[in-house]
């Protein structure tokens, strides 16, 4: 079974700066996905971002991008000029590739509570 | 835009009542699951769907039952609400990759927080 560890259970950055939320996971499978979701206090998951293993190159939308590292299975989660609406929790989350029904579902970690000092 | 409805966002339920909590979504994906997230633990699987009438157990089921009669809907139910599953609910819905490259984008709901007293 996959599992998915986020060591930061908080974490905090002035706002305009950058911050980088860290994310490991454990799997014995070579081809999976890999998500970072947000979850503001409205409670509405938003899919921030997300990384196909088979991809070399990192992804990257505006002001969040990731650094996936395959081999040391590391997909960290950075957030540039940080603004105040990046206050939320941060989950990330594992699928794996294969498309046989029972392999749908997504494994989250725990989360990193992220603040914005302003 | 994709648009997943929980029936309720907060609930309050007596010890031993059968609860229902409904998910529908209005794009016609296959794929519904039903979350539970407490904090520290993040979000674990309860059950899925592929399909009308089909389900599939995730890693905590116990305790919980789903119904989905119609693809939209897809039912969490709590035969005997326990105060341990005072929790946030979190549906999802997921169209069928069409094939195994395909990365589809799972949708979630707003969330139920269910209070068992």
């Known amino acids: 079974a996959q599992t998915v560890t986020q060591s930061q259970p908080e974490m905090s950055v002035q706002e305009a700066e950058t911050v980088t939320l860290s994310c490991t996971y454990d799997?014995?499978?070579?081809?999976?996905?890999l998500f970072w979701y947000k979850q503001p206090p409205s409670r509405q998951m938003i899919l921030v971002i997300r990384q196909e293993a088979y991809k070399q190159q990192n992804a990257t939308e505006n002001r969040f991008s990731v650094n996936f590292q395959k081999a040391a299975k590391s997909f960290s989660l950075k957030i540039s000029d940080s603004q105040l609406g990046d206050a939320a929790m941060y989950f990330c989350?594992?699928?794996?590739?294969?498309?046989?029904?029972?392999?749908?579902?997504?494994?989250f970690g725990t989360g990193t509570r992220l603040t914005i000092i302003p | 835009d994709v648009k997943v409805t929980q029936s309720s966002r907060y609930l309050v339920k007596r010890t031993g009542e059968k609860v229902f909590l409904e998910c529908v979504q209005d794009m016609d994906h296959e794929n519904m699951f039903w979350y539970r997230q407490d904090p520290g633990l993040g979000l674990r699987l309860i059950y899925f769907s592929y399909d009308v009438k089909m389900k599939e157990k995730g890693d905590i089921p116990e305790g919980y039952s789903v119904s989905r009669e119609k693809k939209e809907r897809f039912s969490l139910i709590l035969e005997s609400a326990s105060t341990n599953q005072t929790s946030m609910y979190l549906c999802a819905s997921r169209p069928l990759p069409r094939d195994t490259t395909s990365n589809t984008e799972a949708f979630f709901g707003q969330g139920t927080r269910l209070t068992v007293v």
């Open positions: 799997t014995s499978e070579s081809d999976y996905y």
């Open positions: 989350a594992y699928r794996s590739v294969r498309a046989n029904f029972g392999n749908e579902k997504l494994t």
